[in-house]
Nanobody, 124 residues
Framework: QVQLVESGGGLVQAGGSLRLSCAAS????????MGWFRQAPEKEREFVAT????????GYADSVKGRFTVSRDNTKNLLYLQMNNLKPEDTAVYYC?????????????????WGQGTQVTVSS
């Protein structure tokens, strides 16, 4: 089992920045690829970013590419999502997820464990 707890969400004006964190406990963090997903009201959950076990390979949704950066610290069991130049359409609940594989994935059903989510609200 892996427990995931997100933090760092909040209210920010358009153009601002936030950094989300995801603390993992349980099984060895470095054996998992990780991902960030989000779900806006009345919308399907969508992929945001993914990172492989070492942090050496990342992937992003087109909508966030160049604005968001995913990273991890395997010594601290932490996953991060740095979000810059935020837009109102980034408003959503953001979830971190762990995949029992060293390979990253953009597909939510590939992930085995999910956090409870953290709300990000971007005002215009």
């Amino acid at each position: 089992q892996v427990q995931l707890v997100e933090s760092g969400g909040g209210l920010v004006q358009a153009g601002g920045s936030l950094r989300l964190s995801c603390a993992a406990s349980g099984r060895t963090f470095s054996t998992f690829a990780m991902g960030w997903f989000r779900q806006a009201p009345e919308k399907e959950r969508e992929f945001v970013a993914t990172i492989n076990w070492s942090g050496g390979s990342t992937g992003y949704a087109d909508s966030v590419k160049g604005r968001f950066t995913v990273s991890r610290d395997n010594t601290k069991n932490l996953l991060y999502l740095q979000m810059n130049n935020l837009k109102p359409e980034d408003t959503a609940v953001y979830y971190c997820a762990a995949r029992a594989s060293i390979l990253r994935s953009t597909i939510d059903r590939d992930y085995n464990y999910w956090g409870q989510g953290t709300q990000v609200t971007v005002s215009s």
